[in-house]
C-alpha cells in the first residue's frame, strides 16, 4: 500500500535560518506531490506541486522554494526564513493524471520562525 | 482560474442537530468537487467525492453532498451531527494537476 512521510514534526528556526522540509512516497511509481500551507482562517494554500522529477510548478512567489531531485521525494528550502514563514505546512501525492480521485495527505509539519 | 469560497468560517451546533456547510466554487472544465475532513491532531482526510452521474454523494460517517450544477454548489449536509463530527471541513475543486481548497469551516459540536 502507498504511504506518505513527512518530517520532522516540529521546527522551530530562527529568523534567517535555511530550511529543508523533507517528503517521501512509497508503494508508488511517477506520483504527482504538492506542497501545500495551513493557517487558521486560510484554509490551504498550494505552494508548489510537481508532475515528475525536476519539474516543478510554483503557484504563489515567496521566499521558498521546491526540488524534486528523485521519482517520490519532494523538498521544500528556503535560504532565509523569515517569520511570516511559520504555519503548518502538508505535502500531498496524488496519481499522476488521476488527482481527480484527491490526495492522501501527509502527517504536516508545524514550523515557527522565532 | 479556479476558485472555492466556504459560506461559513465557524459553525456551532447541537448534538442531534442537522448540519449544512455552504460551498460554491468556479471553474471552467470538467468539475471534480471533494470535501475534506481534518479532525484535531489528525491528518486531513477525504470524506466524499464528485466525478459525473448522480450529483447526490454519499460519504463516509454519514456525510452526503449534493452537486447543484446551475448554483455552482456543492453543499455538505448531515442529518443529525455527532460530538464526534467537530473538525474543520474544507470544500476543493480539481483544476489541471492540482486541487484548489477553501479556507475551510471549522465546525464544533455542543454535547
Known amino acids: 500500500s502507498q504511504t506518505i512521510h513527512q518530517w520532522p514534526a516540529t521546527l522551530v528556526q530562527p529568523v534567517g535560518s535555511p530550511l529543508s522540509l523533507e517528503c517521501t512516497v512509497e508503494?508508488?511509481?511517477?506520483?504527482?506531490l504538492y506542497w501545500y500551507r495551513q493557517a487558521a482562517g486560510r484554509g490551504l494554500q498550494l505552494l508548489f506541486y510537481?508532475?515528475?522529477?525536476?519539474?516543478i510548478s510554483s503557484e504563489v512567489p515567496q521566499n521558498l522554494s521546491a526540488s524534486r531531485p528523485q521519482d517520490r521525494q519532494f523538498i521544500l528550502s528556503s535560504k532565509k526564513l523569515l517569520l511570516s514563514d511559520s504555519g503548518f505546512y502538508l505535502c500531498a501525492w496524488s496519481v499522476r493524471g488521476g488527482v481527480n480521485y484527491g490526495y492522501t495527505f501527509g502527517s504536516g509539519t508545524r514550523l515557527t520562525v522565532v | 482560474a479556479q476558485s472555492v469560497s466556504q459560506h461559513n468560517h465557524h459553525v456551532i451546533l447541537s448534538e442531534a442537530a442537522s448540519l449544512e456547510l455552504g460551498c460554491n466554487y468556479s471553474y471552467g472544465g470538467t468539475v471534480n468537487l471533494f470535501w475534506y475532513v481534518q479532525y484535531p491532531g489528525q491528518h486531513l482526510q477525504l470524506l466524499l467525492k464528485?466525478?459525473?452521474?448522480?450529483?447526490l454523494v454519499k460519504g463516509i460517517k454519514g456525510f452526503e453532498a449534493e452537486f447543484i450544477k446551475s448554483k455552482f454548489s456543492f453543499n455538505l449536509r448531515k442529518p443529525s451531527v455527532q460530538w464526534s463530527d467537530t473538525a474543520e471541513y474544507f470544500c476543493a475543486v480539481r483544476g489541471v494537476d492540482k486541487i484548489i481548497f477553501g479556507k475551510g469551516t471549522r465546525l464544533h459540536i455542543l454535547p
Open positions: 464528485y466525478f459525473s452521474g448522480d450529483p
Open positions: 510537481s508532475v515528475g522529477i525536476g519539474q
Open positions: 508503494g508508488t511509481s511517477n506520483p504527482n
